[in-house]
């Protein structure tokens, strides 16, 4: 078929091959298929207002169609002229064979309103009018026959309602509710629930409906097919409401929205007035949203008594949730799944010997074989793998897609999320005639992926899942036994569209031991981000807030710790300011500091672009990385300050790509290896930060630009109205359409894709995203945004690089003191609580180690260093990562690299210095000596003055703006917290300070330097010679580690110089047979112990004065002594031992020398920290358990035994 002609085809009417016919001619010479007759009917009939547009996918259908009616009344002419050679020619829409009596299947119900057309196209100008009304009953034809299609459709689509196992409960569920407020509808799958309770509430009269899904997609896919089967797919009905996308309006009355937004809403509104009825789906799956969901509304509910709640739920521990909710009724539905044969095949006993070894692909291949041998290919049905993660995909890939080139009877697919969009929907498209499709998936096919044709299940009976270990801080990504659950859920998806065969890799005793249901979300992830909305939605205690199953208590308190840490808790656990912000963007803890850091200097736009791509999955798809052509085209865009900056100009690359009229988005990211779903994603998110910054006064509203004249402004206005129509082609059009793949020798592609090229797409495709993205943003600003970022000063770089730090701060890692000596994969460095880490395989760092090495950075070493050890340096490093991650190795990911000693500095929640301030320890782990004290005095004293100044105004700031929302005050009032001349004079004092450079040494502490790391409490009770610069400072002893607290974080002198590291390391636990005294000892510690112990009552009677001695404490400073005088033992201090001579030379003996000592009962503030570098409270009494007394000894390292060796107390 000829494609339609534009407007502009209109100037070869003079040629004889494009003329239309004239009037004159005869009928028999006219042709319809000329472009330009038919160009001319479009200009009539096919305009913008019109039903059927011109160019548009249901204008190409109509032509077909109208080739096809033409052949038919050409054959029926023919046959009516053979029996009647005398019958009149009728035109092809004339049906010279209608009935004589009323059919109503030759009935038209339409009519076509256009304006006449003879003024324009009368006689003279090209189409005869009896042509024009032939052509406008064949276009009625056509609506009819549309009309009749859909009508057909519908009335399958009734009958397919009708046929589901729900159809049959649908009264009795309306009933329940109408009695209870909470029913429990269970249901297996295939039984309509997610689709059919909607629309049963919508007939039932309920007009404010809201059901959650745990996923976008589903709530995407969910609204479209709910408003198809409820005849409003193009009205406002139905709707549903995602993080970046929402087609909800005032008129929708069914909602498909995240549980997250859901949560946002309660967060704004707690009483939620704008629903009479919520349904949360998919509940069995216990996310962490969904148990945390559940816990608000059984608390909401009593408030109120007019909300209904439907909780739907896979047949999975029902009666968890009933009785939840006081024993609510349960709706059980059965599914409609087709009997499914299982099959175990356990694998032998060398296959799973060694865990080292990859995992063996061949019992899967042996089920490929077994279908090929049992199952003719004529029979349809597809097979779905189920293993545990991307590595073991690539294993059996590779063997099954040697196999199926061998046996061209296989189309292998992986399904993983680390896949490209295009890679994951080829799961969707059909297998050739004879062909079947092998999905090897993760459990993503399990509850999000449901993939037509799946006839055969392969289960691995293993899962990766993801757990967070706190306290190493790190994610990790462990495999598993499945539970019996997941075990069912695999196996149905056998046999939703016909009788299935599940084949188990494992043996039947294997899945008897397997645990009844899965782990819950809440049992094994971080609670940070829970804990902090939990503040800021008011639910009270998250210790004892009624969650289903709640979780590990030690998780709920190492989140409320690590908020604290992060500033967003005070010590009373209320919300602080920037933690009030912090809960309300929708990223982690550490993005949202970089946020609100940012804000305050003028580097919102950069900000905002890494917080968006480090909140979104990396963009660099998997096999790039072994892809050198992508590589290098690539490495201009990499950065050698970190992961952050690459993907900074990643995006702003892409930007100025799509910018350009003739850039190909799709074909630049696809030569470098970039996922460009995922840069939609960065582009969508941080348009939402840049949102919520402005709506917090944080920034300032973004000037539009505007086109300088009218016509710019005229062509913007019609570029929008043409993506506008596209978005809504694609719409109608279904989305994307299912194609058929075709075998290759290396794997699989589209028909369409190998008719095309792999770089060329077809003219008339519409890259729904590129439209969404065009229509959702100003292409104008990102680009000027874009350009802007690619000019940023050395000033702008550093403090970037500021901003970075302190919202990633404390998840910082120190390179290796040998990483010099090592190749670019073995790379180590250490975290405050995680030794050994690497990085990992996607970091800029991994294949440019050397930016890291102090060597060739004016570093000199020290005499008898070795491999750059112990160096003196300006340009130590740290690295700043936004993520642990533990699957083979622990990695980090997303690093940044940020100078060490200014960093620590300005960041450190604990900084702890000797007398004259030359050695300093940050945070009890990280030492830094410095070679001049005189600098690292001034130092000190700089970055206290620019701490207090920073935080005063980022409080002042964030006080103000949240006073201003609380009052609802729009308009600024009053002057701003903290002037621009005030953010200008603060840069500047920060970017001297990073400038400043001063040599010194960077070491780890080891845990044993860590554990004598304190001098302990003093006995003087006059303040020391402090350093000048700390005069004006309020101080006061250090409770705990000895010195002088000079602020909340730094303290002054409190740093042993010359403790027994090792003798903590020959310590034993002993019980003194006199005084029962059990602790650990060393040798020498034992043998003054037995010289000062009091002798028990019956070994000595006439020592009453020594039994009736209070019992006598020490510090970690004092050693043994002997007294030449009285001929006694004693640990002593140095000044203790002045005051026993004086003592004894006054001849009072030793019962007159008592040193100065903590009263009765009062705990021994002596306590080594433990590698985390934080105090712990002191050794008790001996009138605690001994149990009690063995567990604290081993938190203190032994120090507190010193304190108790005169006593024996």
């Known amino acids: 078929m000829p494609p339609p002609r534009t407007r502009e085809g209109r100037g070869h009417r003079d040629r004889d091959h494009h003329r239309a016919p004239r009037e004159e001619e005869a009928p028999e010479k006219w042709d319809w298929n000329c472009p330009e007759t038919r160009c001319l009917l479009e200009d009539v009939f096919f305009r913008d207002e019109d039903y059927i547009r011109r160019g548009s996918e249901e204008c190409q259908k109509f032509w077909a169609f109208f080739e096809r009616l033409q052949r038919f009344q050409h054959l029926k002419s023919s046959q009516k002229k053979e029996k009647d050679p ?54 009625l034809h056509y609506l009819d026959f549309q009309q009749k299609q859909a009508f057909g459709r519908l009335a399958k689509l009734q009958r397919e309602r009708a046929a589901l196992p729900i159809a049959q409960y649908g009264n009795r569920i309306l009933q329940t509710l109408k009695e209870h407020q909470v029913v429990v509808v269970a249901g297996d799958t295939g039984c309509g629930k997610s689709t059919q309770v909607p629309q049963y509430l919508l007939a039932a009269g309920f007009s404010h409906v809201a059901c959650t899904q745990p996923r976008r997609i589903a709530c995407i896919s969910l609204a479209k097919r709910v408003g198809f089967e409820s005849l409003s797919q193009y009205g406002s009905q139905v709707g549903y409401q995602i993080r970046f996308e929402s087609t909800r309006s005032a008129a929708t009355k069914i909602v498909f929205l995240t549980v997250g937004l859901l949560l946002r809403q309660i967060q704004r509104e707690p009483s939620l007035p704008q629903y009479q009825v919520l349904i949360v789906d998919e509940v069995h799956e216990r996310h962490l949203h969904n148990d945390f969901l559940l816990g608000v509304l059984q608390r909401l509910l009593p408030q109120r008594p007019d909300l209904k709640v439907i909780l739907m739920s896979a047949t999975i521990n029902i009666s ?30 060398e296959q799973t010997a060694s865990k080292s070894e990859k995992l063996d692909p061949r019992p899967f ?214 933690g009030s912000l912090l809960a309300q963007l929708p990223v982690d803890v550490v993005i949202g ?21 480090l909140s979104v999955q990396s963009p660099f798809t998997r096999s790039a990385q072994s892809n050198l052509d992508c590589a290098t085209a690539r490495r201009p865009l990499e950065s050698d300050q970190g992961d952050p900056f690459t993907l900074f100009n990643v995006f702003n690359a892409w930007v100025q790509v799509k910018s350009e009229r003739s850039g190909n988005s799709r074909k630049w990211c696809r030569r470098r290896g970039v996922e460009e779903h995922r840069l939609y994603e960065m582009a969508n998110l941080r348009r939402q930060f840049k949102e919520l ?140 609580a995680k030794q050994g880490t690497v990085l990992h395989p996607t970091c800029v760092f991994a294949n440019s180690p050397e930016v890291l090495h102090t060597q060739g950075q004016e570093a000199s070493g020290q005499e008898g260093s070795q491999d750059g050890r112990d160096q003196m340096s300006c340009k130590h490093q740290l690295l700043a990562f936004v993520s642990l991650l533990e699957t ?5 990911v997303n690093c940044v690299r940020i100078p060490a000693l200014q960093s620590l500095l300005l960041f450190s929640r604990s900084i702890d210095t000797n007398g004259d301030c030359s050695r300093l320890v940050a945070d009890g782990w990280l030492e830094l000596q410095l070679a001049d004290s005189e600098s690292a005095v001034r130092l000190l004293a700089t970055s206290l003055r620019l701490r207090a100044h920073w935080e005063s105004a980022l ?18 009032v009053g002057s701003p917290a903290v002037s621009p001349q005030e953010v200008a004079a603060l840069s500047r004092e920060l970017l001297q300070f990073m400038a400043a450079k001063v040599p010194y040494r960077l070491r780890r502490l080891t845990g044993l330097e860590a554990q004598n790391l304190y001098v302990g409490p003093q006995t003087i009770t006059t303040a020391p010679s402090l350093p000048g610069l700390f005069g004006k400072s309020t101080l006061s002893p250090h409770p705990t580690k000895g010195g002088y607290a000079v602020s909340d974080y730094l303290t002054y002198n409190c740093l042993t110089s010359d ?124 009138s605690v358990d001994r149990k009690e007394e063995e567990r604290r000894a081993a938190r203190c390292g032994g120090a507190h035994m010193e304190s108790q060796l005169l006593g024996g107390g």
């Open 593 to 613: 500091k970089m946020l609100i850091l940012g804000s305050m200097f003028s580097l919102a736009e950069p900000v905002l672009t890494i917080a968006a791509a």
């Open 86 to 139: 005398g019958c009149p020619k009728h035109g092809i829409t004339a049906l010279a064979d209608l009935p004589l009596t009323y059919d109503p299947r030759y009935r038209i119900n339409l009519s076509i309103l256009s304006p006449d057309t003879r003024g324009r196209h009368g006689p003279g100008r090209g189409l005869p009018p009896e042509r024009v009304s032939e052509f406008r009953r064949a276009l």
């Open 693 to 832: 910054l402005e709506d917090h006064g944080l920034l300032s509203g973004a000037q539009v630009v505007a086109p300088g004249d009218s016509y710019s402004r005229l062509q913007q206005r019609r570029e929008r109205r043409a993506l506008h129509q596209l978005k809504r082609q694609h719409e109608e059009g279904g989305g994307r359409r299912r194609k058929v793949l075709r075998l290759q020798e290396d794997g699989c592609s589209s028909d369409e894709e190998d008719r095309e090229g792999s770089t060329s797409q077809r003219a008339d495709s519409v890259d729904i995203q590129d439209v969404k993205f065009k229509l959702r943003h100003n292409l104008e600003q990102l680009q000027a945004a874009a350009s802007s970022a690619q000019d940023l000063t050395r000033d702008q770089l550093a403090l970037l690089k500021l901003v970075l730090g302190r919202g990633l701060y404390p998840q910082l890692a120190v390179p290796d003191a040998f990483n010099s000596g090592r190749k670019d994969s073995d790379q180590i460095f250490h975290t405050q």
């Open 1059 to 1182: 403790t027994d590291l090792y003798s903590d390391c020959l310590r034993s636990f002993w019980t003194c047979p006199h005084c029962g005294l059990h602790m650990p000892f060393t040798p020498l510690e034992r043998i003054a112990h037995e010289n000062t112990c009091p002798e028990a009552p019956g070994d000595d009677p006439g020592s009453e004065e020594a039994a009736s001695a209070p019992p006598q404490k020490t510090s970690a400073l004092q050693r043994p002594y002997h007294c030449q005088v009285c001929g006694q033992d004693f640990l002593f201090t140095p000044t203790e031992v002045q005051v026993l001579i004086l003592s004894c030379g006054a001849g009072r003996g030793y019962a007159c020398v008592q040193p100065i000592s903590w009263g009765q009962g009062e705990t021994c503030p002596i306590g080594a920290a433990p590698a985390g570098g934080t105090g712990v409270p002191g050794w008790p009494g001996p």
């Open 365 to 578: 291949l042996r089920v490929l074989e077994a279908i090929d041998n049992k199952y003719p290919p004529e029979e349809r049905g597809d097979l779905l793998v189920f293993l545990s993660g991307m590595a073991e995909i690539t294993t059996v890939l590779d063997a099954a897609q040697a196999y199926a080139s061998l046996t061209q009877r296989w189309v292998v697919l992986p399904l993983h999320s680390a896949l490209s969009v295009a890679d994951q929907d080829k799961v969707f498209d059909v297998a050739p005639a004879g062909v079947r499709k092998c999905i090897l998936s993760t459990n993503i096919a399990e509850t999000s992926v449901t993939i037509d044709g799946i006839r055969f299940v392969v289960d691995s009976g293993k899962v990766k899942e993801m757990s967070y270990d706190p306290q190493a801080k790190l994610q990790r990504l462990q495999e598993f036994w499945i539970s019996q659950a997941s075990a069912e859920q695999r196996k149905g998806r056998a046999g939703r569209t016909g009788p299935g065969v599940c084949y188990r890799l494992y043996a039947e005793s294997d899945y008897d031991a397997f645990a009844p249901y899965p782990v819950p979300e809440i049992r094994r992830v971080a609670l940070d981000a829970l804990v902090l909305q939990m503040k800021s939605m008011s639910v009270g205690d998250p210790r004892t807030f009624p969650f289903i199953e709640p979780p590990p208590p030690a998780s709920v308190e190492t989140a409320i710790l690590y908020l604290q840490d992060q500033g967003a808790l005070d010590s009373s656990e209320a919300l602080t300011p920037i």
């Open 955 to 972: 409080d002042r700031q964030l006080a103000l703006q949240a006073q201003r929302r609380k009052l609802e005050q729009e308009e600024d």
């Open 320 to 349: 968890l949730f009933s009785s939840y909710f006081s024993h609510a009724p349960v709706v059980q539905v059965p599914g409609r799944l087709f009997p499914i044969t299982v099959v175990y095949q356990p694998q032998e006993a």
């Open 888 to 892: 083979n190795k622990p990695y980090l």
